[in-house]
């Protein structure tokens, strides 16, 4: 990989977390539900599928779909548990996307900042960034809460305005958002980013599905391999 671009600018990189820095959150969120569902005395568990699908949502909007028969108190008692126990299921499945420290590495060598912005709670983020092994190439990082979401304020739109906002007063000159959700896009438009959607195409069945996210997403660009960002913005638009 080519050094990072020649510095006339200052920009910002902002990552969002799970399914982008991280692989394997799936499997630890799918073994923590299990065995909260277990421990509660339900019968029903969640698949992977469900897991994938669902990415996103709030903790309990997961435990509201597996156990909708179930009462308010239940659902918050299920998560608060989740809550308690799903960092050890975190530490043993989680790992960094491939090339993820090399880009990010890259990144803070070039003079430049890399900062998460992430639907995790912000005391959660500082565990996963130890858990797999890459706080000191991350500068900043922000959780933006799925419990924002609420009348007409909906997550994409108060992400963005929180990046838009940081960019501003930490004076960045250029914003580069990169997400694996249309959302991520839609919160980097409204901050004034060079949007990313990343594909982690190991988890999809097959390019039909990645040729449908690169004809209908938003994103100035939708990649599968994070040496991208780096390859692309290095090119003639930097």
């Known amino acids: 990989m080519k050094s990072i671009f020649v510095i006339y600018m200052k920009i910002l990189f902002a990552w969002d977390f799970h399914g982008v820095l991280e692989k394997g959150n799936e499997y630890a ?3 923590t539900c299990n065995r909260i569902l277990e421990e509660f005395g339900k019968t029903r568990r969640i698949t992977l599928k ?12 997961y435990y509201k779909k597996l156990c909708p028969e179930s009462s308010d108190e239940e659902i918050r008692e299920m998560v608060e548990k989740d809550l308690e126990i799903g960092m050890v299921a975190t ?25 998460i912005i992430s639907n995790s709670r912000p005391e959660n983020i500082k565990d996963f960034l130890r858990a797999i092994g890459i706080s000191t190439l991350v500068d900043d990082y922000i959780g933006v809460s799925k419990e924002k979401e609420f009348g007409n304020l909906c997550i994409a739109m108060h992400k963005g305005h929180v990046l838009r906002d940081y960019a501003k007063k930490h004076g960045f000159s250029k914003i580069v958002m990169i ?7 839609e919160a980097g ?5 060079t949007t990313f959607r990343f594909v982690n195409k190991d988890l999809l069945l097959g390019e039909e599905i990645i040729h449908k996210i690169r004809k209908e997403s938003r994103a100035d660009y939708v990649i599968t391999d994070l040496r991208k960002v780096l390859d692309i913005l290095n090119g003639p638009m930097v």
């Open 91 to 115: 530490e043993k499945f989680m790992k960094p996307m491939d090339y993820a420290v090399e880009v990010l590495n890259e990144i803070k060598q070039g003079g430049n900042s890399n900062m």
């Open 50 to 61: 469900e897991t994938l699908d669902w990415y996103g949502i709030s903790w309990y909007q």
């Open 29 to 31: 969120v799918k073994e």
């Open 179 to 185: 997400g694996d959700k249309e959302t991520d896009v």
């Open 189 to 193: 438009k409204i901050a004034g980013a």
